[in-house]
């Protein structure tokens, strides 16, 4: 009961979202349909019945993050690994969204993904450089993000300008700590092939055969976006990656990241990715955390802003 749901509510999930039919009699169940999709659907309810052995009880989000999860490997696992510089990682989207995300990066010069935390954002980006960096189509990979503090003032930070920017920029050379090994990263910097700069140093610059990544781009201003698109040179590529519902400028200020999304969207050789709830990959709790984020109303003070 506890497996199939109530009124086998369960089985009807996965029956509509995979097209099979399912039965079940004396401690048997019948999965039938296209191949395929009976391999999915058998995965589904093996992945289920695990999870209620762990934790006692299963709801129908469970249910339909273990489909979406399935189904988007299952999509996602017919394109090869992003060929990183470490070998030792192999790094593959892990749902539709993220397949379609990191094909949209392969074929256009220049991406906006928008998505909720956990979707690989900006991970996959930094693989997808690695990539690009690693069979020479491009020179150089400039990862770059806006100095924008989240809601609080952290006041003086003591140290010289590499220190002070430093935790802006951390979770961009997280990303490229998992890909590239540290001595070799270290070797890049020294010789300007990998850069990590807050968005205020680069305006004035051209950037020719660069692989150019703005994260958090929900913090830029619409002059900022301005400014950061406009670095871009012959034979360079950007990605730029936000999430509109995590906006930490003034109360008065438009985000550049959604105005870009409204301006641009008619440009060809321009390509612009909504990445859902579906396509996180973090701790199953981030999913659960997100939901009753935009479950529970929020008050006048809590709206985010456009």
Known sequence: MSLFGSCDQHL???????????THRDSEVRVVGEEA???????????????????GSLDRHDVARTIAQVVGRDDGGRQAPID??????????RSAGQARYVEA????????????????????AVATAVEALKNREIRK????????????????????????INPYLRPLLDALHEMVDYDQIQRFMEQDVIEVVPLAYMRGRTLNSAFIILDEAQ???????????????EGSRIVVAGDTTQIDLPQHAR?????????????????????????I???RLVQDIVNAYEETPRSKSGKSRR
Request: charged fraction near 25%; charge should be positive.
């Open 219 to 233: 913090n830029t201003t619409v002059a900022q976006m301005k400014m950061f698109l406009t670095r871009m040179g």
């Open 281 to 283: 990959v973090r701790h």
């Open 255 to 279: 985000s550049g990241l959604v105005d870009a999304l409204s301006r641009l969207r008619n440009i060809r050789g321009i390509a612009q990715l909504q990445l859902s709830k579906a396509d």
């Open 105 to 124: 990066i392969r074929e256009h010069d220049v991406v906006f993904a928008v998505g909720p935390a956990g979707t690989g954002k900006t991970y996959l």
């Open 12 to 22: 009807k999930s996965v029956r509509e979202a995979l097209g099979v039919s399912i």
């Open 37 to 55: 999709a009976v391999a999915c659907a058998t995965e589904v309810l093996e992945q289920l019945k695990s999870q209620l052995e762990r934790r």
């Open 84 to 93: 990183v510089i470490e070998a030792t990682r192999s790094i593959k989207p």
């Open 141 to 164: 990979i400039v990862l770059v993000r806006p100095a924008v503090e989240a809601g609080e003032s952290l006041g003086f930070l003591p140290g010289d300008l590499q220190a002070k």
